[in-house]
């Protein structure tokens, strides 16, 4: 199993990014995709997840109102939308397959994990 993240960089505070993450080699057709982030400093935390299955998504508190998660057509991927982005979001995000998306972004868990890509918001 292989999870491909990209799409982080340097971007201004109040700017856009948008991360996508490609995952192969699941025996399931439809895993669930989350993102987490570690920020400098502090612990592992969840961001959102969707489930590929039945589109179910979910968002923590740290991404409601400003991250949109989508799953890419045709394609075993998912894409995470982040706007209004402030420093407070620096960090490197992961994304990760969760068996449950609900646990997995509480406990930032996830059963396989891709490499991080960097995000940072600074002026």
């Known amino acids: 199993v292989q999870l491909q993240a990209s799409g982080g960089g340097l971007v201004q505070p109040g700017g856009s990014l948008r991360l996508s993450c490609e995952a192969s080699g699941f025996t399931l057709d439809y895993p669930n995709i989350g993102w987490f982030r570690r920020a400098p400093g502090k612990q592992l935390e969840g961001v959102a997840c969707?489930?590929?299955?039945?589109?179910?998504?979910y968002y923590t508190e740290a991404a409601k109102g400003r991250f949109t998660i989508s799953r890419d057509n045709g394609k075993i991927s998912a894409t995470l939308q982040m706007n209004s982005l402030q420093p407070k979001d620096t960090a490197v995000y992961y994304c990760?397959?969760?068996?449950?998306?609900?646990?997995?972004?509480?406990?930032?868990?996830?059963?396989?994990w891709g490499q991080g890509t960097e995000v940072t918001v600074s002026s």
């Open positions: 969707i489930s590929l299955t039945d589109d179910r998504i």
């Open positions: 990760a397959s969760p068996d449950d998306c609900h646990y997995g972004l509480r406990d930032a868990y996830g059963d396989y």
